[in-house]
Protein backbone atom coordinates (compact mmCIF):
# COMPACT_ATOMS: atom_id res chain seq x y z
CA UNK A 1 0.00 0.00 0.00
CA UNK A 2 1.10 3.70 -0.58
CA UNK A 3 2.51 5.98 1.98
CA UNK A 4 -0.07 6.99 4.17
CA UNK A 5 -2.21 10.50 4.00
CA UNK A 6 -2.46 10.25 7.47
CA UNK A 7 -6.48 11.62 7.48
CA UNK A 8 -9.08 9.97 8.99
CA UNK A 9 -11.49 10.54 5.33
CA UNK A 10 -12.53 7.03 3.97
CA UNK A 11 -11.45 8.69 0.45
CA UNK A 12 -7.91 9.44 1.42
CA UNK A 13 -8.13 5.87 3.30
CA UNK A 14 -9.01 4.55 -0.08
CA UNK A 15 -6.34 6.21 -2.35
CA UNK A 16 -3.98 5.00 -0.13
CA UNK A 17 -4.29 2.23 -2.28
CA UNK A 18 -6.00 3.10 -5.27
CA UNK A 19 -3.79 6.12 -6.26
CA UNK A 20 -0.51 4.24 -7.00
CA UNK A 21 0.42 4.22 -10.97
CA UNK A 22 -1.76 1.15 -13.00
CA UNK A 23 -3.13 -0.01 -9.79
CA UNK A 24 -6.98 0.84 -10.77
CA UNK A 25 -5.69 -0.03 -14.01
CA UNK A 26 -5.00 -3.47 -13.28
CA UNK A 27 -8.90 -3.77 -11.16
CA UNK A 28 -9.72 -2.19 -14.89
CA UNK A 29 -8.30 -4.97 -16.68
CA UNK A 30 -9.92 -7.57 -13.51
CA UNK A 31 -13.38 -6.28 -13.85
CA UNK A 32 -13.14 -6.29 -18.02
CA UNK A 33 -12.82 -10.01 -17.93
CA UNK A 34 -8.79 -10.60 -17.69
CA UNK A 35 -7.72 -13.50 -15.28
CA UNK A 36 -4.65 -14.57 -16.28
CA UNK A 37 -1.55 -12.61 -15.88
CA UNK A 38 -0.57 -12.62 -19.48
CA UNK A 39 -3.79 -11.04 -20.56
CA UNK A 40 -3.79 -9.00 -17.97
CA UNK A 41 -0.35 -7.79 -19.36
CA UNK A 42 -1.94 -7.74 -23.09
CA UNK A 43 -4.30 -5.19 -21.79
CA UNK A 44 -1.22 -3.03 -19.67
CA UNK A 45 1.53 -3.38 -22.55
CA UNK A 46 3.27 -0.55 -20.87
CA UNK A 47 3.41 -1.77 -17.45
CA UNK A 48 6.29 -3.93 -16.88
CA UNK A 49 5.51 -7.57 -15.31
CA UNK A 50 7.46 -7.10 -12.21
CA UNK A 51 5.31 -4.08 -11.52
CA UNK A 52 1.90 -5.55 -12.41
CA UNK A 53 3.24 -8.67 -9.93
CA UNK A 54 3.63 -5.92 -7.34
CA UNK A 55 0.36 -4.67 -8.15
CA UNK A 56 -1.96 -7.63 -8.07
CA UNK A 57 0.04 -8.63 -4.75
CA UNK A 58 -0.72 -5.53 -3.14
CA UNK A 59 -4.40 -5.50 -3.92
CA UNK A 60 -4.37 -9.36 -2.88
CA UNK A 61 -3.14 -8.38 0.49
CA UNK A 62 -5.79 -5.65 0.84
CA UNK A 63 -8.64 -8.01 -0.18
CA UNK A 64 -9.57 -6.38 -3.21
CA UNK A 65 -8.05 -9.57 -5.22
CA UNK A 66 -8.21 -13.62 -5.22
CA UNK A 67 -5.19 -15.71 -6.57
CA UNK A 68 -6.79 -19.13 -7.75
CA UNK A 69 -4.87 -22.10 -8.64
CA UNK A 70 -6.81 -24.67 -10.44
CA UNK A 71 -5.60 -27.04 -13.10
CA UNK A 72 -1.49 -26.01 -12.71
CA UNK A 73 -3.35 -22.62 -13.82
CA UNK A 74 -2.97 -19.08 -11.73
CA UNK A 75 -5.95 -16.81 -12.47
CA UNK A 76 -6.80 -13.46 -10.15
CA UNK A 77 -10.64 -12.57 -9.33
CA UNK A 78 -12.15 -9.80 -8.08
CA UNK A 79 -13.31 -10.30 -4.36
CA UNK A 80 -16.80 -9.05 -3.28
CA UNK A 81 -14.72 -5.53 -2.39
CA UNK A 82 -13.22 -5.77 -5.64
CA UNK A 83 -16.45 -5.71 -7.19
CA UNK A 84 -17.43 -2.88 -5.64
CA UNK A 85 -15.26 -0.71 -7.26
CA UNK A 86 -16.66 -1.48 -10.76
CA UNK A 87 -18.89 1.46 -10.83
CA UNK A 88 -15.93 3.66 -9.87
CA UNK A 89 -13.79 2.92 -12.54
CA UNK A 90 -17.02 3.21 -14.89
CA UNK A 91 -17.62 6.84 -13.62
CA UNK A 92 -14.17 7.70 -14.41
CA UNK A 93 -14.45 6.36 -17.66
CA UNK A 94 -17.74 8.42 -18.32
CA UNK A 95 -15.76 11.55 -16.81
CA UNK A 96 -12.75 11.03 -18.81
CA UNK A 97 -14.96 10.21 -22.10
CA UNK A 98 -17.01 13.67 -20.98
CA UNK A 99 -14.26 15.66 -20.17
CA UNK A 100 -10.41 14.77 -20.85
CA UNK A 101 -11.30 13.88 -24.79
CA UNK A 102 -7.46 15.16 -25.82
CA UNK A 103 -5.52 12.02 -27.44
CA UNK A 104 -2.05 12.43 -27.88
CA UNK A 105 0.31 10.73 -29.95
CA UNK A 106 1.85 8.78 -27.25
CA UNK A 107 -1.24 7.64 -25.61
CA UNK A 108 -1.91 5.59 -28.93
CA UNK A 109 -0.98 1.87 -28.80
CA UNK A 110 -1.99 -0.46 -31.68
CA UNK A 111 -1.29 -3.65 -28.85
CA UNK A 112 -3.73 -2.07 -27.04
CA UNK A 113 -6.52 -0.83 -29.17
CA UNK A 114 -6.83 -4.60 -31.03
CA UNK A 115 -7.00 -5.96 -27.36
CA UNK A 116 -10.00 -3.75 -26.58
CA UNK A 117 -11.63 -4.55 -29.68
CA UNK A 118 -11.21 -8.05 -29.71
CA UNK A 119 -12.88 -8.63 -26.24
CA UNK A 120 -15.96 -6.42 -27.69
CA UNK A 121 -16.77 -8.97 -31.00
CA UNK A 122 -20.74 -9.51 -31.56
CA UNK A 123 -20.18 -12.97 -31.64
CA UNK A 124 -24.09 -13.26 -32.86
CA UNK A 125 -22.83 -11.70 -36.01
CA UNK A 126 -19.44 -12.60 -37.12
CA UNK A 127 -19.68 -15.61 -39.60
CA UNK A 128 -20.27 -18.97 -38.54
CA UNK A 129 -16.12 -20.48 -39.19
CA UNK A 130 -13.03 -19.05 -38.49
CA UNK A 131 -12.53 -15.24 -40.09
CA UNK A 132 -9.35 -12.74 -40.25
CA UNK A 133 -9.57 -9.09 -40.34
CA UNK A 134 -6.20 -7.49 -41.06
CA UNK A 135 -5.16 -4.25 -39.87
CA UNK A 136 -2.76 -1.93 -41.78
CA UNK A 137 -1.78 1.40 -40.04
CA UNK A 138 -0.45 3.56 -42.80
CA UNK A 139 1.05 6.13 -39.75
CA UNK A 140 2.99 3.11 -38.03
CA UNK A 141 6.37 1.88 -38.88
CA UNK A 142 6.95 -1.88 -40.24
CA UNK A 143 7.14 -3.19 -36.85
CA UNK A 144 3.56 -2.41 -35.83
CA UNK A 145 1.64 -1.72 -38.97
CA UNK A 146 -0.18 -4.58 -39.40
CA UNK A 147 -2.17 -6.93 -37.34
CA UNK A 148 -4.99 -9.76 -37.80
CA UNK A 149 -7.61 -10.40 -35.34
CA UNK A 150 -9.04 -13.87 -35.25
CA UNK A 151 -12.55 -13.96 -35.04
CA UNK A 152 -14.87 -16.76 -34.38
CA UNK A 153 -18.85 -17.42 -33.14
CA UNK A 154 -17.55 -17.95 -29.63
CA UNK A 155 -13.73 -17.17 -29.68
CA UNK A 156 -11.23 -13.67 -30.78
CA UNK A 157 -7.67 -13.39 -30.61
CA UNK A 158 -4.85 -10.48 -31.60
CA UNK A 159 -1.89 -12.03 -33.63
CA UNK A 160 0.88 -9.84 -34.59
CA UNK A 161 2.46 -12.14 -37.00
CA UNK A 162 0.15 -13.25 -40.01
CA UNK A 163 -1.87 -16.47 -38.86
CA UNK A 164 -1.57 -17.68 -42.11
CA UNK A 165 -5.44 -17.85 -43.12
CA UNK A 166 -6.33 -15.18 -45.97
CA UNK A 167 -7.86 -12.52 -44.49
CA UNK A 168 -11.47 -11.62 -45.40
CA UNK A 169 -11.40 -7.74 -45.21
CA UNK A 170 -8.23 -5.63 -45.31
CA UNK A 171 -8.64 -2.34 -43.10
CA UNK A 172 -6.34 0.71 -44.03
CA UNK A 173 -5.96 3.33 -42.06
CA UNK A 174 -4.50 5.01 -39.41
CA UNK A 175 -4.22 4.56 -35.79
CA UNK A 176 -5.42 7.67 -34.81
CA UNK A 177 -8.34 7.18 -36.74
CA UNK A 178 -8.94 3.47 -35.82
CA UNK A 179 -8.80 4.45 -32.67
CA UNK A 180 -11.25 7.53 -32.59
CA UNK A 181 -13.95 5.04 -34.27
CA UNK A 182 -13.18 2.70 -31.49
CA UNK A 183 -13.66 5.76 -28.90
CA UNK A 184 -16.96 6.89 -30.51
CA UNK A 185 -15.54 10.06 -31.16
CA UNK A 186 -16.18 9.29 -34.79
CA UNK A 187 -18.56 7.26 -36.89
CA UNK A 188 -17.02 4.19 -39.17
CA UNK A 189 -19.17 5.66 -41.91
CA UNK A 190 -17.57 9.22 -41.78
CA UNK A 191 -13.77 7.64 -41.68
CA UNK A 192 -14.80 5.99 -44.53
CA UNK A 193 -16.50 8.76 -46.09
CA UNK A 194 -13.12 10.63 -45.82
CA UNK A 195 -11.25 8.58 -47.00
CA UNK A 196 -8.72 8.10 -43.53
CA UNK A 197 -10.41 4.30 -43.54
CA UNK A 198 -10.63 2.26 -46.36
CA UNK A 199 -11.90 -1.52 -46.26
CA UNK A 200 -10.79 -4.19 -49.36
CA UNK A 201 -13.32 -6.72 -49.10
CA UNK A 202 -16.59 -7.82 -51.15
CA UNK A 203 -18.82 -5.83 -50.70
CA UNK A 204 -21.23 -7.77 -48.49
CA UNK A 205 -17.96 -8.10 -45.99
CA UNK A 206 -17.25 -4.27 -46.19
CA UNK A 207 -21.17 -3.94 -45.19
CA UNK A 208 -21.00 -6.31 -42.63
CA UNK A 209 -17.54 -5.72 -41.02
CA UNK A 210 -18.59 -2.53 -38.21
CA UNK A 211 -21.43 -4.49 -36.93
CA UNK A 212 -19.10 -7.41 -35.55
CA UNK A 213 -17.59 -5.02 -33.04
CA UNK A 214 -19.49 -3.58 -30.53
CA UNK A 215 -17.10 -0.41 -30.16
CA UNK A 216 -15.58 0.57 -26.67
CA UNK A 217 -18.00 1.01 -23.39
CA UNK A 218 -17.80 4.26 -23.38
CA UNK A 219 -18.63 5.44 -27.24
CA UNK A 220 -22.39 5.98 -26.82
CA UNK A 221 -20.96 8.41 -23.67
CA UNK A 222 -22.91 11.97 -24.56
CA UNK A 223 -19.87 14.66 -24.60
CA UNK A 224 -20.31 18.12 -23.89
CA UNK A 225 -21.21 20.77 -26.41
CA UNK A 226 -18.36 22.94 -27.38
CA UNK A 227 -17.56 25.74 -25.07
CA UNK A 228 -19.54 24.55 -22.33
CA UNK A 229 -16.08 23.62 -20.35
CA UNK A 230 -15.76 26.64 -17.72
Known amino acids: ?20 RWTLLVVRELILGSEHF ?83 VDHDRVPPRRTVVSFEFAD ?15 DADVCDVDPGDEPVALVLTSLRTLTEVWRGDRTWAGAVGDDSLRVVASRDVAGALPGWFLLSPFARVPRPREGSVS
Open 140 to 154: LGPRLARWWLVLSPD
Open 1 to 20: MGASYRQFCPVSKAMELLDE
Open 38 to 120: NDLRRGLPRMSPSLLSRRLQQLSRAGVVERVEADGQVRYRLTGAGEELRPVVEALGVWGTRWIPDLGDPDLDPKLLLWDMHRN
